[in-house]
Structure formats: structure tokens, C-alpha cells
């Protein structure tokens, strides 16, 4: 349990173990990620058989995401530690100028104590798959979660990674 300085408000941010629950395994989220981020770029183009996002909600889905997979691959790696708190904090940087995207209870500066921020991903990703994933394509809110271990199949018409 965390508390805030200024108030002494108690923050339960959920352990990696709640947050990460059920989402889909390492492999399978890196390749989902970098394709986000390639779409995001303009390095590939998004199918016209996909309906419009909101790019403000897709783009906090992205740094969302990518934060809480290098959150998820520290806890293994302890090598990552860095890259998991630079990631953590451009999310946060994003939902100071985009308050009404956060899904948690907590708002970015509530969480101090930890200066990673990682707490604060694990709590936006527990609520973000709790809301149903908003800002990712209906797709892949379609998918279901992999828990470690699991062999990803492939869609029909595609090739495996």
C-alpha cells in the first residue's frame, strides 16, 4: 500500500501478479505492440476494414500498453528496470494533458512515492482491461487474454510470427 504526501490518501495499486491477470502473453503483446507503434508512425498502414479510432484514446492504448509490457518484462528482467520507468513515465506525461482518459481511481501525481511510476501503470491497465480496452481496434478487443505459457494460434489467413 502506497500513500500520497500531501493528503496521506492510502493508494492500493494492484501487485504486477492482479494487473497483469489477464493479459495476453509477453510474445504475443510485444508483436501486438509493435505493430501499434508501426501503424502509429505510418511505417504500416492500418486495414480499411477497421473502423476509426479516436487517436487521442489510441494513443494512450499504445503508451498504455507499451508501458505495462516493459513493466512486465522488469519484473523478470531486472535489466529493463529503466526502460519500464522511461515508458511509465510518457504515459504519465500523456494523462497530465489527457486527464479524462484515466481509467484508474488515481490520478498520474497521486502515486509519488514510487518515482518509476510503475504502480501507476498497473493501475491504469487493471482498469483500462476492466473498461474493455478502449482505443484498441474491435478486433483485437475480441481476442482473448493469454496467460503465460499459452502458444498463440493463428488467425485464419495469416502466417504465424
Not at 500513500?3 to 495476453?24: F, L, Q
Given at each position: 500500500?502506497?500513500?500520497?504526501?500531501?493528503?496521506?490518501?492510502?493508494?492500493?495499486?494492484?501487485?504486477?501478479?492482479?494487473?497483469?491477470?489477464?493479459a495476453?502473453?509477453?510474445?504475443?503483446?510485444?508483436?501486438?505492440?509493435?505493430?501499434?507503434?508501426?501503424?502509429?508512425?505510418?511505417?504500416?498502414?492500418?486495414?480499411?476494414?477497421?473502423?476509426?479510432?479516436?487517436?487521442?484514446?489510441?494513443?494512450?492504448?499504445?503508451?498504455?500498453?507499451?508501458?505495462?509490457?516493459?513493466d512486465?518484462?522488469a519484473?523478470?528482467?531486472?535489466?529493463?528496470?529503466?526502460?519500464?520507468?522511461?515508458?511509465?513515465?510518457?504515459?504519465?506525461?500523456?494523462?497530465?494533458?489527457?486527464?479524462?482518459?484515466?481509467?484508474?481511481?488515481?490520478?498520474?501525481?497521486?502515486?509519488?512515492?514510487?518515482?518509476?511510476?510503475?504502480?501507476?501503470?498497473?493501475?491504469?491497465?487493471?482498469?483500462?482491461?476492466?473498461?474493455?480496452?478502449?482505443?484498441?481496434?474491435?478486433?483485437?478487443?475480441?481476442?482473448?487474454?493469454?496467460?503465460?505459457?499459452?502458444?498463440?494460434?493463428?488467425?485464419?489467413?495469416?502466417?504465424?510470427?
Amino acid at each position: 500500500m502506497r500513500v500520497t504526501p500531501k493528503t496521506a490518501e492510502a493508494i492500493d495499486a494492484p501487485p504486477p501478479h492482479e494487473a497483469y491477470a489477464n493479459a495476453p502473453d509477453l510474445r504475443r503483446e510485444m508483436h501486438q505492440v509493435l505493430a501499434l507503434g508501426a501503424e502509429r508512425d505510418g511505417r504500416r498502414v492500418r486495414t480499411a476494414t477497421c473502423p476509426p479510432l479516436d487517436a487521442t484514446a489510441a494513443e494512450r492504448a499504445w503508451l498504455l500498453r507499451r508501458a505495462a509490457l516493459m513493466d512486465r518484462m522488469a519484473l523478470d528482467r531486472p535489466g529493463a528496470v529503466g526502460a519500464a520507468a522511461q515508458t511509465a513515465e510518457q504515459l504519465v506525461l500523456y494523462d497530465r494533458r489527457h486527464p479524462g482518459l484515466v481509467a484508474g481511481p488515481h490520478h498520474p501525481d497521486a502515486i509519488t512515492l514510487d518515482l518509476s511510476r510503475r504502480p501507476y501503470v498497473r493501475q491504469e491497465y487493471a482498469a483500462w482491461m476492466a473498461a474493455g480496452r478502449p482505443g484498441t481496434h474491435q478486433e483485437e478487443r475480441r481476442m482473448p487474454a493469454m496467460g503465460a505459457g499459452a502458444t498463440p494460434q493463428p488467425s485464419p489467413g495469416r502466417l504465424a510470427a
